[in-house]
Each structure stands twice: as structure tokens, then as C-alpha cells.
């Protein structure tokens, strides 16, 4: 998936399985991460993220499975001999140190000379863009600036691997956005692989080759960030990943292009047979799903898509370059989210006016019901 | 509302506090500050001031031999008592999981019995009769009772340090307590095994609280009179006891006076070295 490095695997995770007393964190998980991967574990809270990035950083033990790294079996292997480095959620930065401190901590052993030393932190403080703030003490840090040396501090020890949890979480949108380039950026230019912890949606789409989502201990799907919004594997992964407006259908038939399918309010419809996902059983399609965007609103001007139907506004959000609408269906108390681009000659349409919504068989998702 | 408005509430809500201070604490050392430059003339106070006390008190050598006595017993209770007090802290701080509260609850158990009595069991445990000394001769190790035992400086110290222990424990796991999880995984990840954390991280990190378990140990041991004249014997006598004297039976408030302003300013200016020490440590220890 990416384009600078060659595909060797970096992370393998073999059926690799937690359990704290009776409660299992995590169950059987499988998973290769490619050397120079960006690669995201996407979950909601207490779903094993967390958990999955100590086994592999060393900090627990996997109850059965094996990890590797870098081709090495890391059975028994310390936290303080893997070739992985950290950033904490809380950044953990050494309170008693400064940030040249700090970031020379893990050099120590290395016996470097007072200048190697001073050059290798130099150095990495430079690609953090935190040049100059040697001697600054540990309280005298922003948050940005907190994140900012716990990187460092992990990218000076050269490590095969970058592990990081949530490290954007605790800083404020703007700056959270800022980083999540930059972050990205970084990766790209030295090569290292990431392996990235999150919550935000958002974030891993922005920043990664590669998702890993997970759901209560289990890979619900993994894929590029691509594929995972426009190819969901689940109802669950479909929801979870940006907006989805969800249709009760079902199947009726088969024709030589495709799949037959009689959605709720919109009709009968053909599906084309490459938008059918591999390994889904037709009798058990209870749901589809369309995306806000693809759906669109006409107006008298435009020319008409394939298929279209007339639904009226109940409320909207206006975000200036965009526009929600709650629109609802014909025949119908449901209601399904649709987002418009605003343009200079298009006025907002009010609540409780009529609209036309045009939509195309090709944007009508299938996916399993359960993970 | 204007800042003098601002500082006059302000004086008016610390007078009370500074008052009693005033009162209870800094009027009591001027008298004893001034005495130290009078002269005892049998019943009356020469009020002319003199420098004569204080040079009793550094020159005699029975007071500078009591004076550092009393410096070395107490260093040596503090030293003792720190000691084994950390790795109880560290104990309590790091391997106790979920009954904390019970453990600390159970070190400060000690202290529902009065001072007397835990002295004078010692008195019991390490008498020429005691508990230690016949236990030692029912299993065959000695023949007769030892007697290094008991009114010397080693009960001193033994007695002492079990008394301060808790003052000792708790300042230290406040410390530990207070050490975020994460600094330690940081420092093992970075590549320190155990030893190593400990003596970059958490030993540094708990300085504060070794260094208030010193200075609270260090300062009223120094001062401690009870203690030495119930189990030190005469070889264990310290500065407290003489000052003692000096108010009582001999008659020389101004010398004892002295005496004490004399010991006042060796234990202050320890203290100061302790601390500023302990300040560098905890920043230096890496
Ligand atoms: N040391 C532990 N002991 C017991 N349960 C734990 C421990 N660590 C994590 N868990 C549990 O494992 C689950 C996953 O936790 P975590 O990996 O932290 O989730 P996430 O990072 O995805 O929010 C949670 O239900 C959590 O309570
Ligand atoms: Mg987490």
C-alpha cells in the first residue's frame, strides 16, 4: 500500500489472543503490518486497541498467538529489548528532566560522546520542528509541544517500529488537524513503520495506508481507507466509518449484470454484479446502504440521473461549504441524510419544502449484518 | 475593589494566623534567643549581654561532646530509620493493589499507645533481663545476657527509629503514590531494565519525599530528651537532657539557653544542606 517502501512484513500477529482473568480483550487476532507501513487500529473505546499495541510493545504478554517483529519471534522477549518505541497517550514525558533530557533518555546506554549525544538530539527535535528547546523544562510544555518531544524521544532511538496510542487526543481540533498532517508527512519522508492507535474515524483516514477496525476484541475488516468507505464488510463498519443512511431491502431476483433488490421507498433496482461484495449470502441482505454524498439533490436546471425519487426537508445543518440535509422519504416516516456543495447561484433549501433526490445503483452498498 | 482595599482584607483575614504564630512560637524563641546573651547571678538575671554562654557551649567539652552526640544519634536514627522505611513505602506504593488504605492504617497502629509506654518496652525487650537477652540465651547463642544492649546510644537509636518510622513511611509513599505508571513503561520502553528504572526514575521522582522523611525525623530527634534519659544510660545522654538541666537543677536558664540556640542552628543549617541536596537529586539522578 505503500508507495516508497518494498512489501516485507514488519508485524505478523498469529491468532494472538489476551484475556485478563476470565474477560478475553482480545480474540485471536491476525494481521501482518508491512515494513513502512501507516498502519491504524480504528476502534471504539474498549475494544482492544490499547491492549493490542502493548503485546506488541511488550508491555503484556499475549495469552496464546505469537507476535513478530521484523522476522523475530517476541516470546519472552522485554519491553526495553524490542526494536519498537512509544508514544503514550499521556505522552509520560520525565517530569525531573528537560526535553534534550528527555530525548536523550534511551541514548544513554548507547555511550555516545557528549556531542553525538547533543546531535542525535539536535536532530530529532529538528524533524519534530522543536529546535532550540533543549533546556526547556518538562512544565514549561504545551500539550503540542508534549506530543512533539515524546516523538522525538521515540524517533531518536531508530526504532523498526513507532507505536503510537491516541497521541493527538488530548490537543484541540485545530492543532489535532495540524498535527494529523504533519504527523503523516513525517512518516512518509523517514520511512519508519507507524502503527497508530485511534478512536476518530476521521483521523485514520486522514493519516493511514492501511485500518485495521476493530470491534469488542476482534478485526472487524481491514483494508485501505478507501476501500473501507466504500466497501464496508459489516453493518458495523458501515456506520462506524463517516455518515451512512441505512435502507431496510431485501432480494428478489438475479438477472446476467446483476443482483435484484427491492429497497424500502426508493424501488426496485439492479445492483451491477462488481459492487456485490465476495462471500455474501443473498437470502441473508436485510440492509443497504448509501452514502449522503451520493445522494443529490436536483434542482429544475439539472439533467436527470437514472433514478430519483421526491422527499421533503424536515431540517438542516449548514456548515458554509456544505450543507445536511434531513430529508424524508416518500410514503415514509423515515428520514435519510443527504450532503450538498454549496454553490454562489444556490440558495439553501428551507425546511418543509419538496425536493428531488437523484441516486445511482452503483452507490448502493452491500455488507453483512453481523461482524 | 482597590489593592489596598485588596491588601488590607487580605492582612485582616492572615492576622489572626500570624498572631497566634507570633505568640506561640516566635516570642517563645526571642526570650530564649535573649537569655542566651544574660547572665545567671543566683536568683536574679544580669540582663548586661554577654557572649560568655556560647562560648561555654562550643568550648566546654562536655556540651560539644553531648552536641555532637546528639547530632551523630540523630543523623544515624534518620539515616537507620529512612532506610528502612523505603522499602516499605515501595511496598505499600507499588505491590499492594487494592488494600493500600488497610496497610497504611495498620503503620500507624503504634500511635494508640503513648510514647512512655512503647519506650519502656523497649526498656523490656532489650533489659539485662529482657525478652532479646533471654531469647538469646534459651537458643544456646549467648551465655550470659549481653549488655551493649540497653542505656547506651544503641538503644537510643533502636527506640528512636522505631518510634519515627511511620512519620518516615508516609511521606515516602505519598511520593511513590504520586509516580505516573506510564514514566516507568516510558523508561522500559527507551530500553532500562529494572534496576535502572528505579534509579532514573523512581528515585529521583520520590527525592521529595525522602528528603521531608529526613528532615522530619532529623529535627525532633535532635531535640529529643524522653528517649535518652529513659534508655541511654549516661553514654547516651544527648544536648536535650543538659538543656534540661540547665533550666532545672542547675540553675542557668541564660546557658541553657545557649545551648539550645547552639543546637537550633546545627540542626537548621543540616537541614538546609539536606534539602538543597535532596533538590539537586531529584532533578541530577539520571
Ligand atoms: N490490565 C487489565 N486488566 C483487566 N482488564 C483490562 C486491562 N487492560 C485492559 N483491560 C480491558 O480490556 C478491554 C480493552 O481495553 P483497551 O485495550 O484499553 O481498549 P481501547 O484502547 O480500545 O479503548 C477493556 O474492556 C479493558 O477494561
Ligand atoms: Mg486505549
Redesign the interface.
Known amino acids: 500500500m505503500n508507495e516508497t517502501n518494498g512489501s516485507a512484513p514488519m508485524i505478523e500477529l498469529e491468532k494472538t489472543v489476551k484475556r485478563f482473568g476470565t474477560f478475553t480483550a482480545l480474540h485471536g487476532i491476525d494481521a501482518t503490518v508491512q515494513e513502512g507501513e501507516f498502519f491504524s487500529l480504528l476502534g471504539p473505546s474498549g475494544c482492544g486497541k490499547t491492549t493490542l499495541l502493548r503485546l506488541i510493545?511488550g508491555?503484556e504478554n499475549p495469552t496464546s498467538g505469537s507476535i513478530r517483529i521484523a522476522g523475530h519471534d517476541m516470546r519472552g522477549i522485554?519491553?526495553?529489548?524490542r526494536p519498537?518505541?512509544?508514544v503514550?497517550?499521556?505522552y509520560?514525558i520525565?517530569?525531573?528532566?528537560n526535553v534534550a533530557?528527555n530525548v536523550g533518555?534511551?541514548l544513554?546506554?548507547r555511550h555516545l560522546s557528549r556531542r553525538e549525544m547533543a546531535r542525535e538530539v539536535g536532530e530529532a527535535l529538528e524533524m519534530v520542528d522543536m529546535a532550540g528547546y533543549e533546556r526547556r523544562a518538562a512544565h514549561e510544555l504545551s500539550g503540542g509541544q508534549r506530543q512533539r518531544v515524546a516523538l522525538a524521544?521515540a524517533l531518536v532511538?531508530r526504532p523498526k517500529v513507532v507505536l503510537l496510542d491516541e497521541p493527538l487526543s488530548a490537543l484541540d481540533k485545530k492543532l489535532r488537524e495540524q498535527m494529523q498532517r504533519e504527523l503523516r508527512d513525517l512518516q512518509r519522508s523517514i520511512g519508519i513503520t507507524f502503527v497508530l492507535v485511534t478512536h476518530d474515524q476521521e483521523e485514520a483516514l486522514i493519516m493511514s495506508d492501511r485500518i485495521a477496525v476493530m470491534f469488542e476484541g476482534r478485526i472487524a475488516q481491514m483494508a485501505t481507507p478507501e476501500e473501507l468507505y466504500r466497501r464496508p464488510a459489516s453493518r458495523r463498519v458501515a456506520s462506524f466509518i463517516g455518515v451512512m443512511n441505512f435502507l431496510p431491502a431485501r432480494a428478489t431476483g438475479e438477472t446476467q449484470t446483476g443482483l435484484v433488490v427491492q429497497i424500502e421507498s426508493l424501488g426496485e433496482v439492479v445492483l451491477p454484479s462488481h459492487t456485490i461484495p465476495a462471500g455474501l449470502r443473498v437470502d441473508d441482505i436485510r440492509e443497504v446502504g448509501i452514502r449522503p454524498e451520493m445522494l443529490t439533490v436536483i434542482f429544475d436546471d439539472a439533467p436527470g440521473p437514472r433514478h430519483s425519487f421526491e422527499g421533503q426537508v424536515s431540517g438542516n445543518s449548514y456548515y458554509g461549504d456544505m450543507t445536511y440535509y434531513d430529508v424524508v422519504l416518500p410514503g415514509s416516516e423515515r428520514t435519510v441524510t443527504i450532503s450538498m456543495r454549496n454553490t454562489a447561484n444556490r440558495a439553501v433549501v428551507r425546511p418543509g419544502n419538496p425536493v428531488r433526490v437523484g441516486w445511482s445503483a452503483e452507490s448502493i452498498l452491500l455488507f453483512r449484518q453481523e461482524d | 475593589m482597590s489593592t489596598r482595599a485588596e491588601a488590607a482584607q487580605g492582612l485582616r483575614l492572615v492576622s489572626p494566623t500570624f498572631l497566634y504564630v507570633l505568640v506561640m512560637l516566635a516570642a517563645p524563641l526571642a526570650m530564649v534567643a535573649a537569655f542566651s546573651f544574660w547572665t545567671q547571678d543566683y536568683l536574679i538575671i544580669d540582663r548586661t549581654p554577654t557572649l560568655d554562654n556560647y562560648r561555654a557551649a562550643l568550648g566546654e567539652p562536655i556540651y560539644r561532646t553531648l552536641l555532637l552526640r546528639s547530632v551523630a544519634i540523630s543523623l544515624t536514627v534518620t539515616v537507620v530509620t529512612v532506610l528502612l522505611a523505603f522499602p516499605v513505602a515501595y511496598f505499600v506504593a507499588f505491590r499492594v493493589k487494592r488494600q493500600q488504605a488497610l496497610w497504611l492504617f495498620l503503620i500507624t497502629v503504634p500511635f494508640w499507645t503513648s510514647y512512655l509506654l512503647r519506650v519502656f518496652l523497649w526498656k523490656v525487650i532489650l533489659g539485662y533481663n529482657g525478652v532479646l537477652n533471654a531469647t538469646l540465651m534459651g537458643m544456646g547463642f549467648t551465655d550470659a545476657p549481653l549488655t551493649f544492649l540497653l542505656y547506651n546510644a544503641n538503644a537510643v537509636v533502636i527506640t528512636l527509629a522505631h518510634a519515627w518510622a511511620p512519620f518516615a513511611i508516609l511521606p515516602i509513599f505519598v511520593a511513590l503514590a504520586r509516580i505516573?505508571r506510564?514514566?516507568l513503561?516510558?523508561?522500559?520502553?527507551?530500553?532500562?531494565?529494572p534496576f535502572r528504572r528505579f534509579t532514573?526514575?523512581t528515585l529521583?521522582?520520590a527525592m521529595p519525599g525522602v528528603v521531608a522523611a529526613t528532615l522530619i525525623v532529623l529535627i525532633p530527634t535532635m531535640g529529643d530528651y524522653i528517649t535518652p534519659r529513659l534508655v541511654g544510660g549516661t553514654e547516651g545522654l544527648m544536648i536535650a537532657n543538659m538543656i534540661q538541666i540547665q533550666f532545672g537543677q542547675a540553675n542557668n536558664a541564660p546557658l541553657g539557653a545557649a545551648l539550645a540556640v547552639t543546637a537550633m542552628v546545627v540542626i537548621g543549617t543540616i537541614s538546609a544542606g539536606i534539602f538543597l541536596i535532596g533538590k539537586r537529586l531529584?532533578?541530577r539522578l539520571?
Do not use: C, V
Open positions: 510493545a508491555f522485554p519491553a526495553n529489548k519498537t518505541n512509544m503514550f497517550q499521556s509520560a520525565f517530569p525531573h528532566l533530557q533518555y534511551g544513554k546506554r524521544r532511538m | 505516573d506510564s514514566l513503561e516510558a523508561a522500559e520502553d527507551l530500553g532500562d531494565g532514573r526514575i529521583p521522582l531529584g532533578g539520571t
